[in-house]
Structure formats: structure tokens, C-alpha cells
């Protein structure tokens, strides 16, 4: 009896030794940290129709790592509807969330707010810290729900290619690119069940751009630069722009 309860134990012991890992590289006291902004703005002419933005996740929105706040995507994404509204952009991201985080700290503001367009940048913290893929499913599409009962439209973000994280060691890139990829497509699962959610694309070609580019990273080697963060827009505006119904951008 002994033996098979060790055994069962096995699988959760490999698990918490590879979260360990991963935190301790996220953390690493040798290399340079940064503080999270505060993205939220409102942008453009007062005089165009406006446009209620909420951006809500992880630090992918909070933007640790890039030179200055104009430099972060989801301010270049919003910049560039400036041409056809009056952006209301309410950033409601914190750093290091999961989705579960956004559902019990976030989601009650973000719904608050009414928007007419809703930013879901979440995956990446579920994908490290070993959250489970079923449950990160139900807890995306509740998020998903919530918003579009409010009549908003949606774009989810998704994760790219985590193992392109320079800081991480070898063994841990491999695993979450398979963790990061299979969060991605649960991401896209839940955008393609419902009406007016679109899923941006974080894989391909700007998965390839982090693995071939070390300027894509800021200084700490784990978060994305202000040359990452240009590349992330582009993704994300092409996303948001078929939500609104506009042609895609070159």
C-alpha cells in the first residue's frame, strides 16, 4: 500500500520540483527587474465616436521591460484606432495573473467599465504554474462569457512560445513550449465556440521572431523589449481590427 501511494505521489513531485525550477529562473537575483506601468489612457480626437477599451491579464499588458509606457502593445493598439474613435483604454492588468485571478480581481471592474471591446491577455502564468488545462478552459470561458454578456466584443490574446524565454535553462524551454502551445489552442478553442470573440495569432511567425531575435527581450531575459512589444502589436492590431470588422493592416 505504501509503495502505490508513492507512486501516486511520483507525478506531483516531478511537477512541484519543475514549478520550483521555473519560479526560481523567473526570479533570478543576478539579472535586472522592472516595474509594471499603469496603461490605461485615453487617446485621440474627443471629437470622434468613442471606443470603450479594457485590457485585462497579465504583465503583458502591465509591461515590465519595455524603454517607455507608449511603447507598450496594448498602447499601441489602442493608438492605432485612434484614426477612426476616441479610445478609452481602462487597464485593468496585474502582473503575474492567471486566469482565476483575472475572474476573482479584474473581471467585476472590467464588466463595470461596459466596454465595447475587451482585451483578454491571459494563458502564460496558467501555462508556468501549473494549472491544469481543464481547468484553465473553464475559467477562460467564464471569463469570455461574463464580457459578452455586456455586449462587448472580444479579443483573446492567447501565449506565445514560452520556451523561447532566454533566462530559462534548457530542459524548462521545452517543456513550456509544449505547455505554452497547448494553452494557446485552449485559447483558441474557447475564441471559436462563441460569437464575437477573436483569437489572436501568437505562434508562427512571432513565436519565430522571439527564438531568432534576442532584442525581442528586455533586459531581465524573461520579459518581452520595446522592439517585442512592436511585434505583439502588430499581432494583436490584426486581431482587433477583424473584431471591429476592419480589413486587416499590412
Known amino acids: 500500500m505504501a509503495v502505490t501511494r508513492n507512486w501516486r505521489l511520483a507525478p506531483l513531485a516531478g511537477v512541484m520540483a519543475l514549478l520550483g525550477q521555473i519560479l526560481y529562473a523567473a526570479h533570478r537575483p543576478d539579472l535586472p527587474s522592472y516595474d509594471n506601468y499603469e496603461t490605461s489612457a485615453a487617446l485621440g480626437d474627443p471629437g470622434l465616436p468613442g471606443l470603450k477599451m479594457v485590457a485585462i491579464g497579465d504583465s503583458s499588458i502591465t509591461a515590465p521591460g519595455v524603454r517607455r509606457i507608449e511603447d507598450a502593445w496594448i498602447r499601441r493598439v489602442a493608438d492605432g484606432l485612434t484614426e477612426r474613435y476616441f479610445v478609452h483604454l481602462k487597464a485593468l492588468a496585474v502582473g503575474g495573473s492567471k486566469a482565476s485571478d483575472v475572474l476573482s480581481g479584474q473581471l467585476t471592474a472590467a464588466l463595470a467599465f461596459e466596454p465595447d471591446l475587451a482585451i483578454v491577455s491571459v494563458a502564460a502564468n496558467d501555462a508556468i504554474r501549473a494549472v491544469s488545462p481543464t481547468r484553465f478552459r473553464r475559467e477562460l470561458d467564464g471569463i469570455v462569457k461574463a464580457l459578452l454578456d455586456t455586449g462587448s466584443r472580444v479579443v483573446i490574446v492567447g ?46 511567425e512571432l513565436s519565430d521572431a522571439f527564438w531568432r531575435d534576442p532584442m525581442m527581450f528586455s533586459g531581465d531575459r524573461f520579459h518581452a523589449s520595446s522592439h517585442g512589444h512592436e511585434h505583439f502589436a502588430h499581432h494583436v492590431s490584426r486581431a482587433v481590427d477583424r473584431a471591429l470588422g476592419v480589413s486587416d493592416r499590412v
Do not use: C, N
Open 159 to 204: 501565449v506565445g512560445d514560452l520556451g523561447s524565454i532566454p533566462r530559462l535553462p534548457g530542459f524548462l524551454r521545452w517543456y513550456l513550449t509544449q505547455r505554452s502551445a497547448q494553452f494557446d489552442r485552449i485559447s483558441a478553442e474557447v475564441a471559436a465556440r462563441h460569437p464575437g470573440v477573436t483569437k489572436a495569432d501568437m505562434r508562427g
